[in-house]
């Protein structure tokens, strides 16, 4: 063999060792696919599938030919059709495929034999995730050439064509995260198949729906080149706004937000199912919450900045921080799933990497994990509304943003202070012994009495014969009584009615403050007892 012959050989040796070291470093990946592989019905799936969606809407396009529809017209249709069903596809194909990934492995008691392979819960549920997304491409992939049936017609871009299948491996990665998540929960195969497919069939049409014609009626608001009434209408977004300020913020931020968060949120759900008892299950969930809340709060206040006026502007704000509150009440009831104290395994691991406080205070324990997330949540909530004041402020004159101010003052203050509490029960209920989900379960009781009991009590006082505003008053513990204070703080005198549910506002305030506060020192010395 000449010199030359054997230098033009050892590019693709180097080619092929790097493809076995990547192939060696995913083990999972590549059993499950080679798999799939040998499965005979994947073939047949796809032609299927593709076979009815191409048939479904040929029969569309022929249908709107004869009714003498315009070809611009036919494109946009088939387009909006085809993306719609590949959406409801995708969705639930995906959640189906990921919620048999790890339920199998119990099932068919080889989840051990992975463990004690020296993966970690991470890496597994990384692995997993890309074999259950591999196989979903191919469900995407084979739906591709039945797209370009619009390019036959046109009324639409090459350039919305690809962005919306962009889109569709977006959707799908949060599918399957989803899948997995629920999957690592359920101890067989049928209960993890039954589970994903019913909360996917419910909620993936009702998102479409809601996003899509409500999110397309707000985008022609904004974009008058963006057509109405058309559930697939981001890719036309797109293509179709002129890029701004709205465009970065509306259709880059909040979108990248809106689709990370969540997702992440699946990806440490999955982690932590598959890690055992002793690990540290707890970091990636607080980790989650701190960073979420931060950018959650960064996206408000960039929508907030897009308002005309200052009072357009705190308006705004004022949804965003009800956004948020909902965040925090999230994040109390992950809460729930700390342990009351780290383990033995989790204090070594810490001892032999000389951990620092911020990754103690990360880590398992209830009463911590209380005091980091109550602090860290008035933090995010004060910092977001300074932030929203100093943005109206900025184009407004003051005696215009008094009673705007006043109302999200009032409305951070009670949320914030029911917040306080919400975690201070859930610590308390573990400190007292009740598991995470019987805790979760006592959460969710509480609220919806908390909720409901004195709007209930206020009726009868009104139905008794009482003031009408007193009867009102009686409502001040239920959480909703912050709307009921700021629709009052319209007026501009405290005195009378106003006065009287404002002032009851305020002692709720107090109450559930005071009453948060203590459940947290009890939690922290019902676990020093411990």
Known sequence: MSEAQAVSRKPPVLVEAFIERALRAHPIWLREARQSARLQRTPWVLFALTLVVTLGLSAFGAVAVGDHVSPSTIGSMVFQAFFSIAYIVVVLA???????????????????????????????????????????VQYILALAPVGAMAFVFGGVTTTEVVLAYGLLFVIGALSVGFGLALSSLMPNMRAALLSTVAVSVIAGPALWAFFGFAGSSAAHHLWRDVPEAHPIWMPLAYSRAPFGARYVVLLLAAPAVLFGVPGWLTYEVTVANLAADADDRSTGYKRWFLVSTVACAAL???????????????????????????????????????????????????????????????????????????????GVSLVTTVGLVALGAATEVRGNLERPVEQLFTFVAYTSAFFTFLVGFVAALRARGLRPLVTRAVTGAALLLVGTVPWVVAAIAAVAGGSKHEAVALAAPSPFYAVVMMSEIHSYSYSGSA???????????????ILGLSLLAYATAKRRAS
């Open 300 to 378: 408000v206040l960039a929508v907030a900045s897009l308002g005309d006026t200052g009072r357009n502007r705190v308006e705004i704000g004022l949804g965003g921080i009800g956004f948020l509150s909902l965040l925090f009440a999230f994040g109390a009831f992950l809460l729930a799933g700390d342990p009351l104290n780290p383990s033995r395994k989790v204090l070594q691991t810490w001892a032999e990497a000389g951990a620092s406080r911020v990754a103690r205070a990360l880590g398992p324990g209830v009463t911590s994990g209380a005091v980091l997330i109550t602090v860290w949540g008035l």
């Open 94 to 136: 995906g959640s189906a495929i990921a919620a048999n990934a790890i339920a199998v492995e119990r099932e068919g008691r080889t989840f051990e034999a992975l463990q004690l392979t020296g993966l970690t819960p991470a890496r597994i549920a990384r692995q997993k995730f890309a074999s259950s997304y591999t196989q979903l």
């Open 499 to 513: 006065g009287t549910i404002v002032g009851t506002g305020v002692v709720a305030i107090l109450g559930w403050a």
